[in-house]
């Protein structure tokens, strides 16, 4: 795949909750302004005004995406929490790892899959069946008490 093209956002890594497909939506974005910079012409603080934005926004989201975690009683909250983690380490390695622009651009294509699809798609979705579940399990309690009454 080449480093230039972008990576595009399919509804299958929709969660149905809002506030959180927003901010993954936003990082395919930043992530997207990395790859279409121009290999000659950008310069060095503009790859670094978009690589520390990425950072500081997965930062954000990651506590976002916690908290709702939290709200919801996820029960892998802490295994979660420590798969976040290793992205945010990973993230800052690149960051501090002096590399031409196309280098980082194929690292960040990497990284982006992983930390954003890969992540998504097989941990970020059982936040998504687990709220599906607890919403079954409500809409059973809901009528039993419906049928007490
Ligand atoms: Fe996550």
């Known amino acids: 795949m080449p480093a ?8 299958a890594y929709s969660l149905g909750i809002q506030e959180i497909d927003i901010q ?14 121009d290999e ?3 310069t060095k603080e ?7 934005e990425f ?3 997965m930062r954000t989201h990651f506590k976002d995406e916690e908290e709702y975690m ?25 960051i501090k790892t002096p590399a031409r622009l196309g280098i980082i651009k194929t690292k960040m294509k990497v990284l982006a ?23 079954t399990k409500q809409n059973k309690i809901d009528e039993e008490i419906f049928e007490l009454a």
């Open 4 to 11: 230039n093209q972008s990576i595009l956002w399919d509804n």
């Open 24 to 37: 993954h939506k936003k990082l395919f974005e930043i992530v997207n302004r990395l790859y279409a910079l």
């Open 40 to 42: 000659e012409h950008s």
């Open 46 to 52: 503009e790859l670094k005004t978009i690589l520390y």
């Open 55 to 57: 950072s500081d926004y």
């Open 70 to 94: 939290n709200s919801i009683h996820f029960p892998e909250l802490s295994e979660h929490k420590n798969i976040h983690e290793t992205i945010i380490q990973h993230l800052a390695e690149l």
């Open 113 to 135: 899959k992983h930390t954003l699809i890969d992540h998504i798609m097989h941990e970020d979705i059982k936040i998504k069946l687990f709220k599906l579940s607890d919403k």
